[in-house]
Each structure stands twice: as C-alpha cells, then as structure tokens.
C-alpha cells in the first residue's frame, strides 16, 4: 500500500463525519461520569461552605443595617419565586429566565456565525490571518464593559444593544480558536486530500474542520462564558425592562438581596447546565469520534 493510500485511509477512518458510531469507552464511561459528578458536587458544597461563612460572619460581627442573605434565604426565596404565580417585578421568574435566554441565543448564534467565517478565512489564507488577526485582537482587548457607550450610541437602549454586546465579546475567541485548530493541521493531510482529488470545500470539511473540532468547541465554551456573563452585565445597563440581569440589579436597588441573590443562583444554574452538560459532553463525543479519549 503507498503512503498516499495509507494516509487517505487514516483520514477516512479518524474523520468519519459524524457518520460513525462512537469508540466504545467500555466500563470507564461509567467510572468517568461518576467521577466528573463528584468533582462537580465537591466544587459546588465548597461554595456554598464559603457562602455560609461569609453570610455568618457579616451577620454576626459586622455591624450593618442590611443583613448578608444566608443560602438557606436565598433557596427560600428562590422556590417562593420558582411558583408562577409568585411575579418578581411585574413578571415571572420563568418569564425572566426566558428573555435572557433568548437574548443569549441571538447574541451567541450571530457571534457564531461571524467568527466562524473568521476564523475560516483566518486558518486557511496566511495574508488574511496576518491582516485579520489585528482588528481581531483588538476587539478582544476591549473590556465588555466598555462597549456600553458604543452599543448605545448605535442601537439605544433595549435588547439590540445587549446582543450586540454579547456578540461582539465572542467574536475574538471563536475566530482564534478555529484559525488556530485549522493552522495545526498537518501539512501531509493537505496533500493526501488534494492528490486525492478533494475540492477546497471537500477538504475543508472532511479534512480541515474533523480536525479542528476540538479547538472549534473550546472556543465556543469560551465564548459561551464571556457572553453569558456579558448577557447579565448588559441587561443592568441598556435599559431592558425583564431579563435575569434587570431583576438582579432592580432587586439589589430594592434592597431585596435575598431576591437578587436567588436571580445570581439561576445564573449559576443555567451556565453549568450549558457548560457541562451541553458543551463538555460535545467536546467529549469529538474526542471519541478523533480516537482522542484519554486513557484511564
């Protein structure tokens, strides 16, 4: 067999995609999952231990008018509000989660689409990654805060200055992070996809992005932090009038801290489920899918 064939082989069996079934983990997918849970369920008791700590000590030594809401408050608060006749300013909890999230989705989608195209153009053309990566990383050294007076001076007040703050604060990761996996494939697969008789697309797709995934997805979860954060961060500032954000920084000027406290917990809640349940178990479906589990 030539080196030509051998390699094209390899190609084909280590990117099979997504039509192939996924590598069986045997016993340790069992033994991983339990594992990652108990970490998972370590991490968050410490939080709530330093919670705690903190909440007693304020209250009881420090001399203040307002009292440091409890965990014990904050999850009394926040079943008070999971019931939906229960409104936490003029809407229900439910209804605040709902238009966060849709700002988020906007915001990460429109972000995904143009960092991707970034990221492409970036990875695949040396003058294009050396012109683009400049305006690249200067939106990427730009605090998201400091978008505000841009956001507001473009769109006003309302939910198109959020997306667009979200969006433009995921841009940079995303557009590295491919540009960076697509650099890395090796040379030999460009070869062996164009002696093969691959198109551009064909090789980009079948070769380029199979290879890339694992960069492509932890751009993505990076990204999905910024924006999540951001999310919260604008919706405080440009003036939307329902959303997590809103409720937490309306709450706080109430001196509603319990409240505000439970609005911090669903965020909480809500970006570990997309981070860990959402995007490490993509990430770990492509490690699979690239023979790339690690071993026990």
């Known amino acids: 067999m030539s080196l030509l064939d051998s390699t094209d082989k390899i190609i084909s069996e280590r990117l099979a995609d997504a039509k192939g079934d996924v ?10 999952f339990l594992k990652s849970a108990a970490i998972l369920l370590i991490g968050i008791i410490f939080v709530l231990l330093v919670w705690w700590i903190t ?3 304020y209250n009881t030594y420090m001399i203040k008018t307002l009292r440091f809401p409890t965990p014990g408050e904050t ?11 229960h409104k936490l300013l003029r809407y229900t909890l439910y209804e605040h989660v709902a238009a966060s999230m849709e700002r988020w989705i906007k915001g990460f989608v429109l972000a995904f689409i143009i960092g991707m195209t970034l990221g492409i153009l970036m990875g695949i053309n040396d003058k294009i990654y050396k012109f683009g990566s400049v305006p690249v990383n ?15 001076l473009l769109f006003g007040f309302g939910d198109k200055s959020a997306i667009f703050i979200i969006a433009v604060t995921v841009i ?3 557009a590295f992070n491919v540009a960076a996996g697509l650099r890395r494939v090796p040379q030999v697969n460009l070869r062996v996809a164009r002696m093969s008789g691959r198109t551009r697309f ?3 797709t079948e070769v380029l992005l199979p290879f890339s995934l694992i960069d492509i997805i932890g751009g993505l979860r990076i990204g999905m932090a910024n924006s999540w954060r951001m999310l919260i961060a604008a919706e405080m500032v440009v003036g939307v009038a329902v959303g997590l954000g809103y409720a937490i920084n309306q709450t706080t000027n109430m001196t509603d801290y319990p409240a505000a406290f439970a609005g911090i917990v669903i965020i909480c809640v809500i970006g570990l489920v997309i981070d860990k349940l959402i995007f ?4 770990k479906y492509a490690r699979n899918k690239l023979g790339m589990e690690e071993s026990s």
């Open 172 to 174: 940079s990761p995303i």
């Open 55 to 57: 909440s007693e000590y």
């Open 138 to 152: 200067i939106l990427q050294m730009i605090p998201g805060l400091a978008w505000f007076p841009v956001t507001i």
């Open 75 to 85: 999850f009394d608060t926040l079943w008070y509000y999971l019931d939906s006749t």
């Open 202 to 204: 064909e090789t980009l």
């Open 280 to 283: 490490a178990n993509v990430e």
């Open 23 to 32: 590598i069986p983990l045997g016993n340790r997918a069992p033994r991983n």
